[in-house]
């Protein structure tokens, strides 16, 4: 079992910055990759950008040169740093883990990011 924490989110004007954390419990697995999903309101949840332990990332086409997903492996966390942050930025933002072996993922709760414009 993995669980994951994600702090972060809040609410910020149109143009500022966040930045997410996500800190995960493997206990004994090992965890291959992280990623970070957002859903808006009547939408379906979406791709935001992974990152696999050896530190290749993929960025939903539509984010990138705004937002830059890292990781500490020591640590276990991911974070999402945003900037230029639109009002369509606005959703729900879930951490995901991939674990090795049997691939099996995990979420977490979910942290609300609001962008006022």
């Known amino acids: 079992q993995v669980q994951l924490v994600e702090s972060g989110g809040g609410l910020v004007q149109a143009g500022g910055s966040l930045r997410l954390s996500c800190a995960a419990s493997s206990g004994i697995f090992s965890i291959r990759a992280m990623g970070w999903y957002r859903q808006a309101p009547g939408k379906q949840r979406e791709l935001v950008a992974t990152i696999t332990s050896g530190g290749s990332t993929n960025y939903a086409d539509s984010l990138k040169g705004r937002f830059t997903i890292s990781r500490d492996n020591a640590r276990n966390t991911a974070y999402l740093q945003m900037d230029s942050l639109k009002p369509e930025d606005t959703a729900v933002y879930y951490c995901?883990?991939?674990?090795?072996?049997?691939?099996?993922?995990?979420w977490g709760q979910g942290t609300q990011v609001t962008v006022s414009s």
């Open positions: 995901n883990a991939i674990i090795h072996g049997t691939g099996m993922g995990f």
